[in-house]
């Protein structure tokens, strides 16, 4: 069973610049996406943990897909440099094992007390009209 599922891609977004591309190497945790996938989840399974540049800009993803990547990015790929993989190297599975080392650069932090106010706002609206309510009447 697969815990966690990193592919690692060149960000191609029309909110990036062509000339910062090259920087920008990202790490994608596609793990809750794989079921959503509409090319479906094999095609992602055999990129996982490698470089999918090449795979996804050959299928020539739609626009939506491209900005879809920017939610699944987690982090940059050390270094920032990904070795160009020739695509019959990729179906070559064996010349296809190449180890890359990757870095996380967001962490749950913020969410973390996002969720705690978005529980705490609307209980404390609610005891406010509550409260307001008692003492009208
Ligand atoms: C996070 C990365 C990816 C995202 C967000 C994504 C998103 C999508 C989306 C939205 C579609 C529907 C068609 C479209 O809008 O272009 C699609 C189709 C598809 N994708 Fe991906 N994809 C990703 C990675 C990949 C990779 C790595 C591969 C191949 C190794 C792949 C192969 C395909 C195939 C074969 C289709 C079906 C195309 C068709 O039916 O014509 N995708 N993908």
Redesign the pocket.
Same mark, same amino acid.
């Given at each position: 069973m697969v815990s966690k599922l990193l592919?690692v891609?060149r960000l191609s977004s029309d909110s990036i610049k062509k000339s910062d591309r090259q920087a920008m190497e990202g790490v994608?945790d596609?793990t809750k #996406?794989l079921e959503e &996938?509409?090319?479906?989840e094999e095609?992602?399974l055999?990129?996982a943990g490698k470089d999918?540049t090449k795979? #996804?800009d050959v299928?020539? &993803?739609?626009k939506?897909?491209q900005n879809?990547?920017l939610k699944?990015q987690v982090g940059v790929l050390q270094g920032a440099t990904v070795q160009e993989v020739d695509l019959k190297d990729v179906v070559d599975k064996e010349s296809n094992t190449k180890e890359m080392s990757a870095f996380v650069i967001k962490e749950g932090a913020r969410s973390k007390s996002l969720a705690f106010y978005e529980f705490f706002v609307p209980l404390l609206v609610a005891g406010l009209y509550f409260g307001y309510r008692c003492l009208t009447y």
């Open positions: 592919m891609g994608l596609v #996406f &996938h509409p090319g479906g095609v992602i055999e990129v999918a795979e #996804f299928i020539g &993803h739609s939506a897909a879809m990547v699944y």
